[in-house]
């Protein structure tokens, strides 16, 4: 079901994405901006344009697929899902709130949320299970998994990583958000994940590389790894953490951070710039 | 409903779970079977022979074989994941957390060679706070069955079951106490045998051996109350205090530790609903070691004759406020 959405629309829809989070993590006084702003022109390229689905029917059972494993992206995967039209603006505003679906993690009774993550590390595990059964029912389906570049410290990402190479899921596709920030710092000197290429290579994956915010490369990329077959692909997605806000950009001080009023308005004027930009 | 005292018939559990997993896949083409390098002695090597499309062996990797399984059911499978109780309840327990129980899927989970018979192994591999974990997660249901009947009549009722269960298995052959009559039904407990003095609640192979110890309390003029529970949580409540309430005495009896397990459960529901004066007999907060299965369970006080004592112990302490 590709969309009719052109490139420059693509990057509006981005930056849209990037204003709802901000927005979003602003009233909750809560929330990830750092990698959710990254990830946004990822969610921006699949759910606009890569992934097969149906916003009036979630639950379609011949869907693609799509794991959000770093789950702490969630405000961007909500506003992704909001726009694209699983639930209203009124639902999005209650993120944060008590009672409401969209919790600080993704939660699969969430519409249009395939799979409840939150823990790092298990996210791949799910989509090699999800390209098993798919398979084994006759599906032609795709999976997609969104990792976070310090994720792949956790071991049980290896361990997904040699059964997807095992059973051949070349219907799943790996996106490495590398915006090269964690917690505590850098990743390199928290605990390096290099050569990530290399590892994923060795490990019988298919590897592409690409801007990761560059909507038409990634879009690109995504269908490039169609035509891959006999292993699974893992796109790394180089990124900058906090991408399009100055102050946030490259800081890891903003991995997990609630904004202040002044910081708020400055955030929503840059990305507003950014949108003007991008239509003039 | 239970065969005769001196039904000679022992049977392993984990033949009858594998012997039922192959028969419930020839009925239901959603069952997939999942092992982490441990087929043999799961015996879901029987399922693997039987339905080799529908067998995936995951390696030595308990947490990824969680997330698979987990994977598989959002696609409406019926994964049974297979590995011993001490690493599916301990290895994995935050995959199991995370990606099964609290999005409630419809994953079973086998552990097998739980209690202190698994092999000469040792504390590495036996496993005595699998109950206890298990029954901490919300949504997860607890399956302890007593005997091979009950083994392979907990599959077919978890598979009934939409949601998460935990299924926990033994080694070794043990006594059959149940013939082919027997309904087993998920929150049910089921008296083994009518008394009126002391109630024994037993889960597992606990259950056989409750029945040789009110066979030693009769000689005491003792009859004991056997009440065995098969599913863990959801206990049946109902039944639990009614019989605490008949016999105003229970002993819990369980390979596994006293704390957090069906002892504690017991007394849980007793503490808030039937305050009764309660024996635990169990591990006593303790890991074991190596040793042949009479030395453990001889060791660690696991026996009939264990359970008959404590039966003794509060029924000479009826109507006493104890001194701690």
Known sequence: ?280 | MRKGVTMPENIALRDAYGRALVELGNANPQVVVLDADLALATRTSMFHAAHPSRFFDIGIAEQNMMGIAAGMATMGLIPFANTLACFASKRATDQIRIAIAQPKLNVKIAGGFSGLLAGKTGKTHQSVQDIAIMRSMPNMVVLVPGDGVEAAAAVWAAVEYDGPVYMRLTRDPSPVIFDDSYKFQIGRGVVLREGQDVTIVTTGLMGARALEAADELIMDGIKAHVLHMPTVKPMDEEALVAAARRTGLVVTAEEHNILGGLGGAVAEILGEKGPTLMRRVGLKDTYAESGSNEALLEKYGLTARHIARACRDVVTRRGTIEDV
């Open chain 1, 1 to 280: 079901m590709s969309s009719k959405y052109s490139e420059e629309e693509l990057k509006g829809i981005a930056n849209r994405l990037r204003r709802r989070t901000i927005e979003m993590i602003y009233r909750a006084k809560s929330g990830h901006p750092g990698g959710s702003l990254s990830a946004a022109d990822i969610l921006a390229a699949l759910y606009f344009k890569v992934l097969r689905l149906d916003p009036a029917r979630p639950d379609w059972e011949d869907r693609d697929r799509f794991i959000l494993s770093k789950g702490h992206a969630a405000p961007i995967y909500y506003a992704t899902l909001m726009e694209r039209g699983y639930f209203s603006e009124q639902v999005l505003s209650t993120y944060g709130e008590i009672d409401s679906c969209l919790q600080g993690h993704p939660d699969m009774h969430t519409p249009g949320v395939d799979m409840s993550t939150g823990s790092l590390g298990q996210g791949l595990s799910v989509a090699v299970g999800m390209a098993l059964a798919a398979r084994l029912k006759g599906r032609d389906l795709r999976v997609y998994a969104l990792l976070g570049d310090g994720e792949v410290q956790e071991g049980q990402v290896w361990e997904a990583a040699m059964a997807a190479a095992k059973f051949k899921l070349d219907h799943i596709l790996g996106i490495i958000d590398h915006n090269r920030l964690q917690v505590d710092g850098p990743v390199d000197m928290v605990m390096p994940i290099g050569p990530i290429a290399d590892k994923w290579q060795a490990f019988n994956w298919h590897v592409l590389e690409v801007d990761g915010h560059d909507v038409g490369d990634i879009v690109r990329s995504c269908e490039t790894a169609k035509t891959l077959k006999g292993k699974p692909t893992m796109l790394i997605a180089h990124t900058v953490k906090g991408k399009g806000v100055s102050f946030m950009e490259d800081n890891a001080a903003w991995h997990s951070r609630a904004l202040t009023d002044a910081e708020r308005e400055k955030a929503l004027m840059e990305l507003s710039f950014e949108e003007g930009r991008d239509h003039a």
